[in-house]
């Protein structure tokens, strides 16, 4: 199986921690999404959508991480997605949660708006109503994340591990770059303190790490003169 990814983006990383703690062995083929690689013609047909990640298993090509995700844990027979219909139900709930709601608000409005310009505002005081709101609206899905969500368990779906942890660990984590405060919601933090800890989390979170840091370091450089 050969996996299309960016290892730095969001939806690429839970499927790497995924195949890395589930020896899933992938060919992995690198396209550099600051260099706009994604539009290049050879990948545009394989993924018309021009995004990562792409997974091509023969004659299927599957587009979106969620249905990676999912593919992957039932070739291997997964307990992180247990062929129970209503703990799969939950388990679908809560990805569908990270990837729609949370991650418009959160991840659009909060912190792409902030580190990419195709999604800004070009008015400055428009851009901060945005960031203004999605933070406000951000907040209030993480506390339905801290209370109902995770709550007492150790996990997004109760005590153990499934595919909504490693689906929504990277859009959560995705607030790193714009030293978003998780601290409001310790639940949260706890459950994020907890998945970084898995040993493969550290590899699979690198290329990550090194984007923050350049982007760190470009908004530190004086203004030329």
Wanted: aromatic fraction near 10%.
């Amino acid at each position: 199986m050969k996996l299309y990814n960016d290892p730095a983006s969001t939806v690429c990383r839970g499927i790497l921690l995924f195949a890395a703690e589930h020896g899933i062995e992938l060919d992995l083929e690198y396209i550099n999404l600051f260099a706009e690689q994604q539009k290049d013609p050879a990948f545009a047909a394989i993924n018309p959508n021009q995004t990562v990640p792409a997974l091509v298993d023969g004659d299927l090509c599957l587009t979106e991480s969620s249905a990676i995700l999912k593919y992957l844990a039932d070739s291997v027979g997964s307990a992180a997605y247990p062929s129970s219909l209503r703990e799969r139900a939950r388990i679908n709930a809560a990805m569908d949660w990270f990837n729609t709601g949370f991650l418009r608000d959160y991840g659009y409005k909060v912190v792409y708006s902030r580190m990419l310009p195709k999604y800004a505002m070009s008015d400055p005081a428009a851009q901060a109503e945005l960031v203004a709101r999605g933070t406000e609206a951000a907040g209030q899905r993480l506390t339905v994340l801290n209370d109902r969500m995770i709550g007492d368990n150790a996990f997004v779906c109760g005590p153990t591990i499934s595919l909504a942890d490693y689906f929504g660990l990277p859009i959560v984590t995705l607030g790193e770059v714009v030293d978003f405060d998780l601290s409001p919601w310790p639940n949260v933090e706890r459950w994020v303190a907890a998945m970084k800890s898995r040993p493969a989390w550290g590899p699979v979170d690198v290329a990550f790490q090194g984007m923050k840091a350049a982007m760190a370091a470009q908004r530190q450089e004086p203004a030329a003169a």
